[in-house]
């Protein structure tokens, strides 16, 4: 029955760009969150607002099962500068879609319209249309403001699109899919001085550069080589002009790990290396972590019924059940922390000319819009059947 949606698949594209030009950043979702409401309202589907600012909750009920599922797509944009020059290219400047989820929400209010329409389930869906999953950490908030205790669910699916594996294709795997991820700001101190008398003063330049090359030995060195992490310096600020050596300099970047133990490790390396390579240089130093994402581990009984929707839609030759897990990060690991169910890809296509995530030449595959508004409603279905 699903085959339903082809026949409005250019009103998904249009919402999908629509979406696309009209960008917001975490936690300013306002248009799009409004967009989504009121078409959720116009499919008759009950909605709430307000969760983590900018979230909303369509909630579909048919029959008498008490069963419910959660499906989750997230909202905001990145601050990049869009450098493609089409129809639906961003309308905000140095705000664009890079990541897809412009294509996500537009997937979701497909199945969305489908699901009010045909009710072949039977069972409470609750749609959970998220804010600021880009190192903002919406699913957290939303599930701090009560998710999951004003929408019960027993299970909760997420799904992101992947250039690089051809589209239309799905792949999954149980358990860890995607890593932890901490950020980190250093600053060193030191004192400032005259770039010809640098006895005079103590240099946080050069003892940065040695916390950098030394950070660097961590997974190297510290970690079992069969586990998987990586530490990336990303920032480094320091200085105004060519014969002052600065007071202080600022290192930024951030730490992964495929499970929580091997991230705890690296973290704890990262303060002990700071520290002693500062103290070494006789700079002082100080490390303050940001953003925490968990990793993102899916259940086996969610991959199963990830799985078996997948292969109703498209065929077990294009569905990939053990790929290889990314040391990307998502913070749909928090509802999968709160309440079992899976994450998983859906192929992009070969992200050619710079189609690739979080890159200006980005574009959802509108061809992937009506496959993954399959997948949704074909899980609800399967997971609550009449």
């Not at 959660?70 to 500068?81: K, S, Y």
């Not at 060193?188 to 040695?210: K, M, S």
């Not at 190297?220 to 105004?240: A, K, Q, Y």
């Amino acid at each position: 029955m699903t085959e339903r949606i082809f026949d409005f698949k250019d009103e998904i594209r249009s919402w999908r760009r629509h979406i696309h030009q009209h960008p917001e950043l975490a936690f300013h979702e306002h248009a799009t969150a409004d967009f989504v409401a009121d078409k959720l309202t116009s499919f008759g589907i009950e909605i709430h607002r307000g969760l983590a600012g900018t979230g909303v909750v369509g909630t579909i009920r048919t029959g008498t099962s008490n069963r419910a599922i959660g499906l989750r797509a997230d909202m905001d944009a990145l601050p990049i500068t869009e450098a493609n020059e089409f129809a639906h290219a961003s309308h905000h400047n140095g705000v664009m879609h890079a990541c897809g989820h412009d294509g996500h929400t537009a997937m979701l209010l497909g199945a969305a319209r489908y699901l009010a329409e045909t009710k072949n389930f039977n069972g409470t869906v609750h749609l959970i249309f998220q804010p600021a999953e880009e190192a903002a950490g919406g699913a957290r908030v939303m599930i701090e403001d009560g998710l999951f205790e004003k929408f019960p669910v027993e299970s909760v699916y997420g799904m992101h699109n992947m250039p690089g594996i051809p589209t239309n294709h799905f792949a999954m795997r149980k358990g860890t899919l995607m890593a932890a991820f901490d950020s980190f700001d250093i600053t060193i101190t030191g004192i400032g001085a005259h770039a010809a008398l640098p006895h005079t003063g103590r240099d946080p330049v050069v003892a940065a550069a040695a916390i950098i090359t030394a950070l660097q030995t961590i997974v190297s060195r510290e970690i079992n080589p069969t586990d998987s992490g990586v530490v990336s310096i990303t920032r480094l600020r320091g200085g105004e002009t060519y014969n002052v050596i600065p007071n202080d300099v600022q290192i930024s970047g951030c730490c992964r790990a495929l499970d929580e133990p091997t991230q705890a490790r690296i973290i704890a390396s990262i303060k002990r290396v700071v520290e002693n390579v500062a103290a070494a240089h006789n700079v002082r130093a100080e490390v303050t972590l940001l953003e925490h994402y968990p990793p993102t581990v899916s259940t086996d009984e969610g991959i199963s019924a990830s799985a078996a929707a997948a292969i109703d839609i498209v065929g077990a030759d294009m569905v990939d059940t053990n790929t290889t897990p990314l040391l990307g990060s998502e913070d749909f690991g928090y509802m999968l922390q709160a309440k079992p169910g899976s994450y998983i890809f859906i192929g992009n296509g070969p992200g050619s000319g710079g189609c690739i995530l979080h890159n200006p030449h980005y574009d959802f595959n509108d061809d992937v819009l009506v496959t993954g508004a399959r997948y949704w409603a074909r899980l609800v279905e399967r997971e609550l059947p009449r």
